[in-house]
């Protein structure tokens, strides 16, 4: 990366930002006789109208507090209520973990909201993490992004330092599932034809929590061959709440309040300005990387039983990835997203609950090139669409049995143009989904889930049933075990262009079909020695089969196919240590991801191949003011070979081309922060990318049929430089 690239991530992070005290509440709520977590607890300060829900693992957290002497009430339904007294003061953190006893109560004396998606089938015992707000603002080198945060996960590893683009167990980007308030995200990482994707579309301050699953999950989240991402928003506050956070490249704004007794609204907007400034002070007229993103959300509670909400999301990032010498030319890429969604949900029971979500989204790619690189690519554009309707009914009776059935309709589409030209436009995809969940509680110490899924699409119109199940047995208070089995089927890609002579296909093809099969392994065991320290031990084996063709326009036969075989297969080792005013967490993994195919002339590839990596995190409380907490990652590298196309020789010869060729180099990396705090003000110190090392190499080849490979061009790209970066907040 340039020089210039540095000098604009040097100034991303120096900062200075206004916020509202931050006291903080969190922990676990348990069953005092079998000591498993409990979901849909309410959890409030009495006399006040602060309160929250905990998730499926009785994970809660209450934010943004101010200071005080408290009454906090833990209230569910067939359980005796628990009340605690706190105080707090100077931004103070209390970690709490509540055992509730079982009784009968008055269910017309409760509201209880549904803040999950699918709650009570989410965890399937494999890979599961948990990350806060905070957790994601205070991790140093995140750039405070959510994906971006992810590394801190061990299994997941991002393809360089300039994207918000993660590597899970092995899986591509695009075979992530992000979910947004239930929504899967068809583009959350922005700048997709590229590749990049420096900055994602979500922002910090509206999230409420943020999971992430890297294998083994239910039946609801099918269609996706990697890991589960699931973010959910916050649903605004009870009084009026200001944030302003500025520095030398972004502002960022958040408004949250009651519009009326049961209505709260929230609106946060995020905009770079350094793009604008630099252009005025330099006389350089290259365009220089930028993003915006605004969010604004509206949440109803018409009745105890019935909540409606109503979310609109935009994004839109721009960046020029290639202006140097040695490539001959600039390539700009831009992308623009527009997310829109609302649902209803509430209980038609104590034990039933339901769930009905509409949403559209749009995304807008766009490339425009004067590089010899790329030449067929100038003026390049594809405008995708994806419309979807899903409804969802859960019972639980938190007895031995809890179900939840659920069904999605959908279509996408996608229209490619060139010099504002429509070239084609891809056929329609539609398809639905339906899925079942089934939570059997055999006795206190063992849980079996499973999961049955159908999809039918209109490309292949093929009807695939993927099961999943799952087991979790406690063998000691200290000792558990779980084991996930799952089979996903990837919807079918199909793309039509009728002799049109698009950039990097011959005039002979006209379509490109891949449907991936994937079956999936896990095994989990767990070992608590003690209340603040446990180990967790989990492996893994993925392995996928596909079929991929291209067929004739005129007779409409297939004139080349392959087919393939995905791999990943890994072990991962994690001792997570958590005390009252410090944790951390080591992890370490061994893997190998690998694509095999043969074409139709018996030539192998070989796409992705990883092996080891070591993460490990620490977050040090010395005292109410001051906070230290450090990242380290350390990996053997890998390389990604992704074979995207077709690179044309001259006027009769087409070979194909793997325009994306990435080695990542071996690195060792630290970043660490100091934060200091006051009442009224805070400062900070933090340091990235000590070593500076080697990021990745990257060279754009083309490959003959006999499997002969000829380098266009290479380059190396280094990791971040070594950055000192201080800021000052100031709370009020």
């Not at 379509?511 to 070992?527: D, N």
Request: glycine share 6%.
């Amino acid at each position: 990366m340039n020089k210039l690239a540095g000098i604009l991530f040097l100034l991303l992070f120096f900062s200075c930002s206004l916020a509202l005290p931050n006291s903080k509440i969190f922990g676990t709520v348990t069953d005092s006789t079998t000591n498993q977590p409990l979901p849909y607890v309410n959890i409030f300060l009495l006399n006040t109208t602060i309160g929250c829900v905990s998730d499926t693992s009785g994970y809660f957290e209450l934010n943004d507090l101010p200071d005080g002497q408290y009454i906090l009430v833990f209230q569910r339904i067939g359980y005796k209520q628990s009340e605690h007294s706190i105080q707090l003061k100077n931004n103070s953190v209390l970690k709490l973990n509540i055992k509730m006893s079982a009784n009968i109560v008055n269910a017309d004396n409760i509201t209880i909201e549904d803040k999950r998606w699918n709650s009570p089938f989410a965890d399937f015992f494999q890979g599961d993490y948990k990350l806060t707000r905070m957790q994601i603002v205070n991790q140093p080198g995140a750039f405070e992004d959510p994906l971006r945060a992810l590394q801190s996960v061990t299994g997941v590893i991002n393809q360089s330092d300039y994207t918000s683009n993660m590597y899970i167990r092995g899986s591509r980007p695009n075979e992530q599932a992000v979910i947004l308030d239930g929504v899967l995200l068809q583009n959350p990482y922005r700048l997709r034809m590229a590749g990049y994707g420096g900055i994602s579309i979500i922002n910090p301050d509206i999230i409420d929590s943020l999971r992430v699953s890297l294998g083994g999950f239910p039946a609801s989240y099918g269609n996706r061959l990697g890991g589960l991402i699931e973010i959910n928003t916050t649903n605004g506050k009870k009084k009026w709440t200001n944030h302003l956070s500025l520095d030398l490249v972004s502002t960022r704004y958040f408004l949250s309040g009651p519009l009326w007794q049961n209505a709260k609204f929230v609106f946060s907007l995020r905009k770079t300005y350094y793009d604008f400034l630099l252009k005025k002070l330099t006389s350089s007229k290259s365009s220089y990387p930028f993003f915006t993103d605004a969010f604004g959300k509206f949440v109803w509670q018409i009745a105890p039983q019935l909540t409606f909400k109503f979310a609109i999301i935009s994004g839109n990032e721009g960046s020029n990835l290639l202006n140097n010498k040695l490539f001959s030319g600039k390539v700009y890429s831009r992308s623009q997203n527009l997310i829109v969604y609302g649902n209803v949900s509430g209980f038609l029971s104590k034990d039933l609950n339901y769930k009905i979500a509409i949403a559209k989204q749009y995304n807008v790619d766009s490339l425009n090139a004067s590089s010899s690189m790329v030449d067929y690519y100038r003026s390049y554009r594809i405008k995708s669409s994806r419309a979807s309707i899903t409804s969802r009914i859960e019972w639980d009776t938190n007895s031995w049995l809890s179900i939840a059935l659920g069904a999605e309709a959908f279509s996408t589409r996608k229209i490619w143009s060139q010099a504002e030209a429509i070239h084609e436009s891809s056929p329609d995809h539609r398809g639905a989904n339906a899925y079942i969940n089934n939570l059997i509680k055999i006795n206190k110490n063992m849980r079996l889930k499973a999961g049955l899924r159908s999809d039918y699409s209109n490309v292949n119109h093929q009807l695939t049933y993927d099961p999943r199940f799952s087991f979790y047995w406690k063998l000691a208070p200290e000792l558990d075990c779980g084991l996930a089995y799952g089979i996903y089927h990837q919807s079918p890609q199909i793309i039509d262009f009728n002799n049109h002579g698009l950039p990097l296909l011959p005039d002979s093809v006209i379509s490109k079909f891949r449907t991936p099969v994937v079956h999936y392994l896990g095994l989990k065991i767990g070992f608590k020695p003690f209340e603040n320290f446990s180990v967790r031990l989990e492996t893994y084996l993925k392995r996928g089969f596909y079929l991929r063709s291209w067929m004739n326009a005129d007779s409409a036969t297939v004139i080349s196919g392959d087919k393939g075989r995905d791999e990943a297969q890994g072990i991962e080792l994690n001792l997570i240590y958590f005390a009252k005013n410090w944790e951390t967490h080591l992890g370490y993994v061994y893997s190998v991801a690998l694509n095999k195919g043969m074409g139709s002339s018996e030539w192998q590839y070989k796409e992705f191949d990883n092996r080891h990596w070591l993460n490990f995190s620490l977050s040090y409380r010395l005292n109410q003011n001051f906070l230290f907490s450090t990242f380290l990652k350390a990996s053997s590298g890998f390389r990604i070979n992704i074979n995207t196309g077709w690179y044309k020789i001259d006027e009769q010869t087409w070979a194909l081309l793997p325009s994306s060729f990435y080695k990542r180099f071996p690195y060792f990396r630290w970043d660490a922060r100091f934060t200091y705090r006051q009442k009224h003000w805070s400062a900070y110190l933090e340091l990235i990318n000590i070593t500076n090392k080697k990021n990745f190499y990257q060279e754009l080849c083309s490959v003959t049929s006999n499997g002969k490979r000829t380098i266009l061009k290479s380059y190396v790209t280094y990791m971040l430089p070594r950055l000192p970066i201080a800021g000052l907040t100031f709370t009020f």
